[in-house]
């Protein structure tokens, strides 16, 4: 990592007096390990922070150490209370769902931005923007190795899951030798792997494994482009007596599809919008450039968009209109 940038990454919390840690909304164990991680290493450096992410926040992240500190409702907060803004795992400002007010910020609110997906727009006044980490947890535990700052079991187990969570448990193309060899270190730090594996991987209900069910029967291939696609209707939650923590998880365990080079997860939101989620394993696909196309972004093997419209049931299968 740039020393230089390092050294101004110093000078500059060390010139804040008061720290916003923000990341996207309705965050994955990325984003809060890293969050919460990098809150505990302000902590250590006396420096008044509030880690901020909208909600809502799955209740799989209960286990993490510090989840208590997490504010998710925005009125919460007041922006025009912090100096500093570290905005953790956003590849743009619109993903953390108040861009707006982060717009109207004066020029003295100084942003950080810590983050690993490809199409970041380098937001910050300092970026430490790294795409070929798996996670933002790789990054932030860099990040204490260069500082020198001591991790503790608190912080190895926020940060280890965060690399479970963007490396599907060390399966999927983000992991590296560089992503492994953090993740033992953290493990010899005291990260608590038992207990990620449990909450993380290992929290499916048989209700949600069903409901998993109705979203696989409507599996359908374009063998021609290679691509697996699959819906998601506002009714199905509804009808399921779920919540949305039912879908975690379901367009990562897509990607097992054996032959397939891309899926395709779209699902209407409440407001007339469809979010789409691209997956793949496929050596030469880059799904963010697709997602970026449709106003989104992500990584190369993992990303979305999200467009207007609903979707529409024709004669062997769905449309958008």
Known sequence: MNQILINKLEQLILAAKKILVLTHQKPDGDALGSGLAFSEFLDTLGKANTFFALGPISSTADFLPGRTKVKSNFGEINLADFDLIAILDCGDLKQTGIEAELRALPPSTSILNIDHHQTNENFGAINIVNPESSSTAEIVFTLFEELNFPVSKNAATLLLTGLITDTANFSNPATTFASLEAAGKLLSRGAKLNEISTNVLKNKSLDVLKFWGTILSRLTENKELGVVTTIITKEDLELANLDEEALDGVTNFLNNLKGAKMVLVLKALEDGKIKGSFRTTTEGIDV???????????????????????????????RIE
Do not use: E, N
């Not at 963010?288 to 979707?311: D, M, N, Q, V």
């Open 288 to 318: 963010s450039r697709l997602a970026k196309t449709f106003g989104g972004g992500g990584h190369a093997k993992a990303a979305g968009f999200t467009i207007p419209g609903k979707l529409v049931k024709i004669d062997g299968g769905w």
